[in-house]
């Protein structure tokens, strides 16, 4: 059901877009827009504004017959892998994600630590980011991404342990553990985490840490983009004002 009004929750635009996507979902057979307009009392105009944008992130699908059924987004994101908490808490989760990727036009998702590595899920992406979005479908090593090496930081984790060879070797390992703990440090200090990702290249990250729940997991919001970091920090207010939104979401829901 689409969440109800009140603080935290999802603005106009978000539940107009709930509420089709509940109506494409609970339809035997694809809607003609006319069929939409009437089960969710919106104006033509506006739902069609509204199906463009769904179905250029696979929310939606536009057939030749120009009718519309749900797309294959969220069917992936059900079955999508990752920690049991997480994946049982990513759909009221995936609202507040379309609305930071319809702010920033950036790739957005949820970052899942799974051992040393992350897990992205429910990633959000236009057209002009599928490369870095399909590369994100693999799980990254958590120490060469930033949502990583904000969830390591968070859970106290050695860098020594992180990085081969094995903790106690000298030189350049050395070195690279010893600025990889100062690095921790600073994310413990300041929060957010903004770096170039090691495994994907051209891709970088900007990361906030999320809980989803009293006893759920730490994740972390994630916006991707091309170019610099400097660039992509431009964006850290909405990111962080979407993380206060899902856990407040969250909270008023227990």
């Not at 990752?82 to 990727?101: C, D, H, I, K, N």
């Not at 994630?222 to 969250?250: C, K, W, Y």
Request: charged residues 25%; hydrophobic residues 40%.
């Amino acid at each position: 059901m689409v969440p109800p009004a009140g603080p935290g929750a999802v603005g106009g635009p978000l539940r107009k877009a709930l509420t089709v996507l509940e109506a494409l979902a609970e339809a035997s057979r694809p809607l003609t827009l006319s069929e939409l307009s009437r089960r969710v009392d919106l104006p033509k105009s506006t739902l069609h504004r509204l199906m463009r944008s769904l179905t250029d992130i696979g929310l939606a699908v536009r057939r030749e017959s120009k009718s519309y059924e749900l797309g294959s987004y969220l069917s992936r994101l059900a079955a999508t892998g990752g920690p049991t908490g997480a994946q049982r808490l990513s759909y009221p989760v995936t609202p507040f994600l379309l609305e930071l990727f319809q702010r920033t036009h950036r790739i957005v998702s949820l970052g899942i630590l799974s051992g040393t590595r992350v897990q992205h899920v429910g990633t959000l992406y236009g057209q002009e980011h599928l490369r870095l979005a399909m590369a994100l479908r693999r799980p990254v090593p958590a120490h060469a991404s930033a949502p990583g090496r904000l969830l390591l930081a968070l859970s106290r984790r050695d860098p020594a342990e992180l990085l081969p060879p094995p903790a106690g070797a000298t030189g350049p390992a050395r070195a690279r553990a010893d600025e990889m703990r100062r690095e921790f440090d600073r994310i413990r200090r300041t929060g957010p985490a903004c770096a170039r990702n090691e495994w994907i290249p051209g891709l970088v990250e900007l990361a906030a840490p999320v809980r989803l729940g009293k006893a759920g997991p730490m994740a972390a919001v994630v916006v991707g983009d091309t170019g610099n970091a400097r660039d992509l920090r431009g964006v850290t207010r909405s990111l962080l004002g979407t993380v206060d939104a899902i856990e407040q979401q969250l909270a008023d829901a227990r």
